[in-house]
């Protein structure tokens, strides 16, 4: 069983169009990240949900925005994608922040490519 | 929010070596956690350490949180130990900080 899983594993698109990358995990858990991971294999925090309600939002253009449908699912919709958007995007959830421990799970990533 | 170093950047191993790799971290942190992305891209969990000693097999970790550092040990490489080491401290902000990694290469 899957504990974090996105789809697509591979999106590409051209310069200008709307694309959303979705994530489910079935952990229980409470809250949910959106990460981006650049060329240089650094990873940036975008977002995070708890219990379907933003709690972070790390300067991110306004063109990303995510939804919370519920809180085992967070998605991430991209407007208007420009090339230095590409890169990886990883899901993760963990249990609320605030208790003590806390521990992220990932999903497999989404390589998402601009041309 | 907190700063993160992580050393070395690269480090180059033969099979069977062991290494140390370095995690400083500028606050004080509520938790640790360390990160093996393999050649594939997934992100594994390795420890949760917010303080003290853990092992798990060939790897052992270990945090002084009131040093501000953490470490990662890894006995007895194998070429399957290669990819990229991150350590991610969560400070009072709850805003989660990757380091910039370490990148591990083990040669047969």
């Known amino acids: 069983d899957t504990a974090v899983s996105q789809t697509p594993k591979y999106l590409v698109t051209q310069m200008g169009n709307d694309k959303s990358i979705k994530c489910e995990q079935n952990l229980g858990h409470d809250t949910m990240y959106w990460y981006k991971q650049d060329s240089k294999k650094f990873l940036k925090i975008m977002f995070s949900?708890?219990?379907?309600?933003?709690?972070i939002n790390e300067t991110v253009p306004n063109r990303f925005s995510p939804k919370s449908p519920d809180k085992a699912h967070l998605n991430l919709h991209i407007n208007s994608l420009e090339l230095g958007d590409s890169a990886v995007y990883f899901c993760a959830s963990s249990q609320s922040p605030g208790l003590a421990g806390i521990q992220q799970f990932f999903g497999p990533g989404t390589r998402l490519t601009v041309l | 929010g907190i700063q993160v170093e992580q050393s070395p950047p690269d480090l180059i191993l033969q099979e069977g070596a062991n290494s140390t790799l370095r995690c400083n971290f500028s606050d004080s942190v509520n938790n640790l956690q360390w990160f093996h992305q393999n050649p594939w891209g997934q992100l594994i969990n390795l420890f949760y350490i917010p303080s003290g000693t853990k092992q798990n097999g060939r790897l052992s970790a270990t945090t002084v949180a009131t040093e501000r550092y953490s470490l990662l040990y890894i006995s007895s490489s194998q070429t399957t130990d290669s990819g990229v080491y991150f350590c991610?401290?969560?400070?009072?902000?709850?805003?989660?900080?990757f380091g910039r990694g370490t990148s591990l290469i083990v040669h047969p």
């Open positions: 949900y708890n219990n379907k309600e933003l709690i």
């Open positions: 991610a401290p969560l400070g009072g902000s709850y805003i989660p900080t």
